[in-house]
C-alpha cells in the first residue's frame, strides 16, 4: 500500500526567503512522486514529477524537489518565494499511474 | 485544447434531492477519477475508471452515490439522496492513455452544498 505524508498543514515564509515543503512516502515497490498546486477556487495542476531517471527533479515557476529514496522524503523547495506562490500544495505517489494518494496538503502564506 | 470541463461549478440544493455532476474528457484520455476535497478529510478517490469501465469504487461513500461512464469522453457522480455532510468540492481528473506521462488533468471542480 502507498501513502503520503506531508509534514506541516500551513507554512509562511517572507517573501525572497526558501520555501521548503516536506513530504514522505510509504510504498512496497518504487514509487512515482508528484507535486501539485492548488490556487484558491481551482482544480489541481502538476509542478513537477519524479518517475525515473535523475532525482532531482525541476518544475513550473522555479521549484525544484529531490527524491531521496534512503529517507523516503520528496520535498519540495523554492530558493526565493514571490507572492504569487501563495497557494495550497499537494504531494502524491503513484506505483503504476492507476491509482495516484495524496497527502493532506500544506497551505503556503507568503508575507510581503 | 479544452481541458477537463466539470458542471455546474456551484450546486447549492436541499437534503433529500438528488445531485448530477458531470464531468467532460480531454480527448484521448481514456481514464477518469472522481475526487472529493473537504477541509475534514483532505482529497479523498472516490471511484476511477478505465476505458469506460469502473477500476476501483471502493471510495465511493454508500450507496447513494453512483457514478457512470457511459462513452470515452463524459462522466456522472451521481448523490441520491444528498445530505448536509456531502457538503464538498467534487473533482473530476483525467489521464492520457497509450502516452502516460502520469500527470493528472484536473477540473475547476464542483462545489456542493446541501442545506
Known amino acids: 500500500a502507498q501513502s503520503v505524508t506531508q509534514l506541516g498543514s500551513h507554512v509562511s515564509v517572507s517573501e525572497g526567503a526558501l520555501v521548503l515543503l516536506r513530504c514522505n512516502y510509504s510504498?512496497?515497490?518504487?514509487?512515482?512522486l508528484f507535486w501539485y498546486v492548488q490556487y484558491p477556487n481551482q482544480g489541481l495542476q502538476l509542478l513537477l514529477k519524479y518517475t525515473t531517471g535523475a532525482t532531482l527533479v525541476k518544475g513550473i515557476n522555479g521549484f525544484e524537489a529531490e527524491f531521496k529514496k534512503s529517507e523516503t522524503s520528496f520535498h519540495l523547495t523554492k530558493p526565493s518565494a514571490h507572492m504569487s506562490d501563495a497557494a495550497e500544495y499537494f504531494c502524491?505517489?503513484?506505483?503504476?499511474?492507476?491509482?495516484?494518494?495524496f497527502g493532506s496538503g500544506t497551505k503556503l502564506n507568503v508575507k510581503p | 485544447d479544452a481541458g477537463v470541463i466539470q458542471s455546474p461549478r456551484h450546486e447549492v440544493t436541499e437534503m433529500g434531492q438528488e445531485v448530477t455532476l458531470r464531468c467532460k474528457l480531454i480527448?484521448?484520455?481514456?481514464?477518469l477519477f472522481w475526487y472529493r476535497q473537504t477541509m475534514m478529510r483532505g482529497l479523498e478517490l472516490l471511484i476511477y475508471?478505465?476505458?469506460?469501465?469502473?477500476?476501483?469504487d471502493s471510495g465511493m461513500p454508500e450507496d447513494r452515490f453512483s457514478a457512470k461512464m457511459p462513452n470515452a469522453s463524459f462522466s456522472t457522480l451521481k448523490i441520491q439522496p444528498s445530505e448536509p455532510r456531502d457538503s464538498a468540492v467534487y473533482f473530476c481528473a483525467s489521464i492520457i492513455g497509450r502516452t502516460n506521462t502520469g500527470e493528472l488533468f484536473f477540473g475547476e471542480g464542483s462545489r456542493l452544498t446541501v442545506l
Open positions: 510504498s512496497s515497490v518504487p514509487p512515482y
Open positions: 502524491a505517489v503513484s506505483t503504476n499511474f492507476n491509482k495516484f494518494y
Open positions: 480527448s484521448g484520455h481514456n481514464s
Open positions: 475508471f478505465n476505458n469506460n469501465v469502473p477500476i476501483d
